[in-house]
């Protein structure tokens, strides 16, 4: 199936993915229980990610989730307060080496839970609302993955985290009422508004910029599924805007997938970093 095809449905976009990826009710049930353990491991990596500040390896994250949950809501605004610590509490979790869900990579594991329980969250929504999302979001990964990358290595951030956030832009949309069409609109920009997003993890750990990205990434799934839910449309084809991305992950130089040759990894800072963990004296 492709994005195309399932912008068309006359459903769900769910019912969709189930129906191409199940052909008996019996596996379908299995694979029910199997998705509410990883809703459930969800759940405990933001709770330990909340609560705890434990310093990453490196000591460059570990206590950003914590400190935005226990902070005060300045901007009075608490979807967004919670959806970005929820995201990066996965994340940091991550960074300690804690048990998370990849979603679709370790990278961008927090961008699915930090929407879509954030949202069901705020909304007072159970877990039993995340089921069907929850396959939305698996299906469209998979989509997605099938004919482009989805990791920062060989695609640069935008295909990580640009799927990441279009899992999530889909799935939020459809906790919300959206058809199969709004829901595939909201997966398409929020990957039409990720290409470009480089690929540069400070040292080669997945802590700066990821942790505070997948915070930013899964607002901007928030913020795709509104649109959607609101009417919005991507006009180029949701499969024509992956297939942009693919062409610009192609054109991505190796310094901006994942070496941490460039960008944010390659400042000064960021270099000093590196050195440091690899026990060189930087003068830092
Ligand atoms: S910067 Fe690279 S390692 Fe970090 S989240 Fe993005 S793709 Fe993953």
């Known amino acids: ?17 189930l129906k191409e990826e199940f052909d008996t009710e019996a596996e379908r049930d299995l694979a029910a229980q199997q998705m509410q353990k990883r809703i459930a491991e969800m759940r405990s990596s933001v709770e330990r990610g909340l609560t705890s500040d434990k310093a ?12 935005l949950w226990e902070a005060d809501d300045v901007l009075k605004a608490p979807l967004l307060k919670r959806v970005q610590a929820y995201a990066m ?20 594991a ?10 069901a969250d705020h909304l007072e929504l159970s877990d039993e609302h995340l089921l069907n999302p929850m396959f ?45 069409h709004m829901s595939v609109h909201a997966a398409t920009m929020a990957l039409m508004n990720t290409i470009g997003l480089v690929c540069d993890p400070v040292g080669g750990y997945v802590e700066v910029p990821c942790v505070s990205r997948n915070a930013f990434f899964s607002v901007h799934a ?47 800072t960021g270099r000093r970093i590196a050195l440091k963990m690899l026990g060189e004296n930087t003068d830092m």
């Open 222 to 268: 928030v913020s795709s599924a509104q649109l959607a839910l609101a009417g919005l449309e991507s006009v180029i084809p949701p499969d024509e805007v992956v297939g942009a991305m693919a062409s610009v992950g192609r054109m991505l130089p190796a310094e901006l997938r994942e070496t941490g040759e460039g960008g944010i990894a390659a400042t000064p």
């Open 110 to 119: 927090g961008t699915l839970p930090g929407a879509l329980l954030g949202v």
């Open 56 to 67: 990453s390896i490196t000591g460059m994250v570990g206590w950003n989730a914590k400190g």
């Open 136 to 180: 939305l979001a698996a299906g469209i990964g998979k989509i997605i993955g099938q004919s482009m990358f989805i990791a920062g290595a060989t695609g640069g951030c935008q295909a990580e985290i640009g799927s990441s956030a279009a899992m999530a832009a889909a799935a939020v949309c459809e906790l919300l009422g959206g058809t199969a």
């Open 89 to 108: 509490a996965v994340n940091e979790e991550n960074a300690r080496m804690g048990r998370i869900v990849a979603a679709p990579t370790a990278g961008s």
């Open 1 to 17: 199936m492709t994005l195309n095809e399932l912008v068309d449905f006359s459903g769900l976009a769910s019912e969709a993915i």
